[in-house]
């Protein structure tokens, strides 16, 4: 686990969970939109044979001790949501608010097989690596990005630059394996915000509406965009983010 400070400023803090393969690169744009305040990105990377959820929160809860974040709000992004909703309810204290974007409730997710995916994985590896970016990317992007040369450009060169490591992305998948197989308890009573895209083809827009039912105070914004809605339209995500907090400290 890499744990890195973004930007520093007085005003709220955030704590940035990316998603599967793409990691902290996914997220640097919404961080840079994030003014006036103490942005910090969690990247999931391993040395570790084991993998344990209780293990995970709480090497993160101690990271972010020694750096003075005791009190933030949580944004995760695709799986990161997965982690971000297991971390709010273990350390429900430090979490003012949880941001969950283009994610899901693990469980709602049935289609997923730790098997398939290693099997997918394994696939990608094999390909030349320009392959391998564009086939990752491609189903993560609008068309209208996918049609935008110098968009896309932009999203290889940055994948290109952060390639993903095999066993980096082999711990995520088995940390979406105990995720996806572990019930999850309501105990986070908190404020939430869900940001999605209806043109999601990774987790459909259905599944991260029905985040409601799990939490039903959660206000709900849609998007355009991707899966990658985040990168694609992050100036949009920044500001409903900060409204959004903005009017939970007033309240």
Known sequence: MIVRTIREGDGPTYVLLPGYMFDAWSLEKLASKLSNSHVIIVEHTTDNAIVNLSLWANELSNRLSNIDADKFYLVGYSMGGWLAQYYAQSHSDSVEGLILCGTCW?????????????DFLDYLYSLERHTFVKISLWNSLSCVSKSDQAYMSEVQNLMNSNFPKYQDCLYQIKLMELLVNRDLILSFDKKILILYSNHDLVIPASLSRNLVKHYPLAYTYSL????????????????IIKGWVGDVCCT
């Not at 693990?106 to 290693?118: E, H, I, M, P, R």
């Open 106 to 118: 693990a469980n709602d997710f049935s289609k997923f097989s730790a098997t398939n995916w290693v």
């Open 224 to 239: 355009d965009g991707g899966h990658l809605f985040v990168h694609e339209n992050a100036t949009e995500c920044s500001r």
